[in-house]
């Protein structure tokens, strides 16, 4: 059962934006940090943003860093990555993962639960 719904997703031209949004399915987002990964056909799911359950640090993929921003509002209740400058290559199913930690770092590669995932096709 998915923890998190993602929306957001759409059809894009390159050089385009997208911001998409991370929501908790009944429970509150506090200690818990929120990573999002990219699944593309034919390769491993990549880890490309995260952040701390504080929003204190976050980390970034060489493939998107300087263009993608992950951001969360705990008023919201909802983590946000901001995709700018997207090219072909960032066409995948994006998905948002979180675990509960109370450390004040965030790991790229982790992700105890997860969403069911949104579309992001980068195409002209």
């Known amino acids: 059962q998915a923890r998190f719904v993602e929306s957001g997703g759409g059809l894009v031209q390159p050089g385009g934006s997208l911001r998409l949004s991370c929501t908790p399915s009944?429970?509150?987002?506090?200690?818990?940090?929120m990573a999002w990964f990219r699944q593309v056909p034919g390769k491993e799911r990549e880890g490309i943003s995260c952040?701390?359950?504080?929003?204190?640090?976050?980390l970034y993929a060489d493939s998107v860093k300087g263009r993608f921003s992950i951001s969360r509002d705990s008023a919201k209740n909802t983590v946000f990555l901001e995709m700018n400058s997207l090219k072909p290559d960032d066409t995948g199913v994006y998905y948002c993962?979180?675990?509960?930690?109370?450390?004040?770092?965030?790991?790229?590669?982790?992700?105890?639960?997860w969403g069911q995932g949104t579309q992001v096709t980068v195409s002209s």
């Open positions: 993962a979180g675990y509960l930690t109370v450390q004040a770092t965030c790991d790229l590669k982790r992700g105890d639960y």
């Open positions: 952040i701390s359950s504080t929003g204190g640090n976050a």
């Open positions: 009944g429970f509150t987002l506090d200690y818990y940090a």
